[in-house]
């Protein structure tokens, strides 16, 4: 019974994130977009359809996920987010990197990257999970690893069992065991450490959401989500470069 509770809270956390990102998107013709952790870019494609424009890149450092990508009209390149992003400095208008950031070592770096490969005015729409949510802190007074990592164990693995059983699940659905597939957390941060984050990289905060305000049900969770956005489990948050 918990599990089905906790794995519909999940997935309308998911459902309504998204919906909230491309509401950031809004609308920029022709503008030039980067996806970072394209895929297979089936979002990508969304993404570039709700912006209308066709300029669409991407970075993804699975090989066959990146080939796909490129099928689906992507221009791809084959890198490591950790890394120097390899484009010019002023090139994109927008970047997105939904469900990455929280992957990486080298998080300064690719905030200052972002700003680099960014055009004056630009913007970046960052989605990550909130290490100060009030399930992960009530993991930590119970002595648990907080459930949105960092995580010490392989991929969907965790010492509590409701938490295990939820992300292996996940991890079958939209993985299937694929090529270097990962939900290892590395770099999990705050909503305010992530706006922190983003403005020494000379960002200005434009607007941020956050979403599920476990264990309360969505219509409630909506409610305490307006109020305090900082303790969520998602942020979403939009950043424009000065």
């Known amino acids: ?33 980067l996806d970072c952790g394209c ?75 972002l700003n680099r490969v960014l055009k004056k005015n630009g913007c970046v729409i960052i989605g990550t999970p909130n290490l100060a949510s009030w399930h992960n802190v009530f993991a930590l007074i119970a002595g648990h690893q907080p459930f949105s990592g960092p995580t010490i164990k392989p991929d969907y693995e965790s010492d509590i069992r409701l ?10 659905k939209v993985f299937s065991g694929k090529e270097n597939a990962s939900l290892d957390h590395i770099k999990v941060m705050t909503l305010k450490s992530l706006k922190g984050l983003l403005i020494s990289s ?3 905060i434009e607007s941020f959401s956050g979403f599920g305000y476990y264990p309360l049900p969505p219509l409630l969770a909506k409610l305490a989500e307006k109020i305090d956005p900082y303790h969520t489990h998602y942020v979403i948050i939009k950043a424009r470069k000065n």
């Open 1 to 33: 019974m918990l599990k089905k509770y906790f794995s519909f809270l999940y997935k309308d956390v998911s459902r309504r994130s998204g919906i909230e990102l491309e509401k950031f998107l809004g609308r920029d013709e022709n503008c030039r977009m």
């Open 39 to 113: 895929w297979d870019g089936i979002n990508t494609r969304k993404f570039g359809k709700i912006l209308d424009t066709k300029q669409l890149y991407g970075i993804e450092i699975v090989k066959s996920k990146a080939k796909e990508a490129e099928k689906n009209g992507v221009i791809v390149k084959i890198s490591d987010l950790n890394e120097k992003l390899p484009f010019k400095d002023d090139f994109f208008d927008v970047i997105i990197a939904y469900h990455v950031i929280e992957h990486l070592v080298n998080v300064r770096l690719f905030s200052s990257e």
């Open 163 to 172: 938490a295990r059983e939820i992300n292996k699940e996940r991890f079958n």
């Open 202 to 204: 000379k960002f200005k």
